[in-house]
């Protein structure tokens, strides 16, 4: 179940809405920052600094959790289901860049999750990854189908009679979906900058962080 966008060309001048070069989320960590325990997201006692920039990740106190821990297999599982899913048209923006974005924030995003949820999700990598075998597709992985047969494997799942198979593609085509539009290559391509949402965001961070040391 391929998702079809047309994105528009690059705009020569957009509003400045992302970060400068080498400000952004690092793009190639891999199994170092999955490793430890899960630190609580809190807000800082030491105070924002501000940078007196429009940045879409300022650095002003936040402290990130670390990605959810997954094995070889998990992720490979993953990756396979962000080729099947994300958009495959000529004008989306692809690549290793795309992917790796995906990869990192779902495993972020799931971090965040309550547990339970979030290991549902890990079950469900598997649950997809096999799912040509107990279709009756292929005796192989999801992963390591061609893009197009992967691509017909998920669209028939979507199609499925039996509501939970069709709900648990929907979660996680709504999971890796935004991920990927929340990728700056992505909103460039739709010529889409947020300022007046992270404007309003970011005032509202600076008041929290003004009150007195609390944990969120």
């Not at 501000?50 to 998990?74: I, N, V, Y």
């Not at 690549?95 to 495993?107: D, F, M, P, Q």
């Not at 890990?122 to 192989?140: H, K, N, T, V, Y």
Request: aromatic share 8%; net charge positive.
């Amino acid at each position: 179940m391929s998702v079809r966008h047309s994105f528009p060309p690059p705009a020569a001048h957009l509003p400045t809405a992302h970060p400068p070069a080498g400000q952004e989320l690092p793009e190639r960590r891999d199994t170092d920052e999955a490793s430890g325990p899960r630190p609580r997201r809190r807000l800082s006692v030491v105070g924002p600094q501000a940078t007196g920039t429009l940045e879409r990740r300022p650095r002003d106190g936040w402290q990130r959790a670390r990605l959810f821990p997954m094995g070889r297999g998990a992720r490979r599982a993953l990756k396979g289901l962000i080729l099947g899913l994300c958009p495959t048209s000529l004008d989306a923006p692809q690549g290793a860049s795309i992917e790796h974005h995906v990869e990192v924030y779902v495993r972020f995003f799931m971090c965040y999750m309550p547990r339970w949820m979030a290991r549902g999700i890990w079950c469900a990598l598997f649950l997809m990854e096999w799912s040509p075998l107990w279709l009756g597709q292929a005796a192989r992985r999801l992963s390591s189908l061609p893009p197009r047969r992967r691509a017909r494997v998920i669209a028939r799942l979507a199609r499925s009679r039996f509501y939970p198979v069709r709900r648990l593609v929907m979660v996680l085509n709504s999971l890796f979906m935004s991920a990927y539009f929340d990728s700056v290559r992505v909103h460039r391509a739709l010529r889409y900058a947020p300022v007046p949402f992270m404007k309003e965001r970011i005032a509202l961070r600076r008041e929290l962080l003004g009150r007195p040391s609390e944990t969120v």
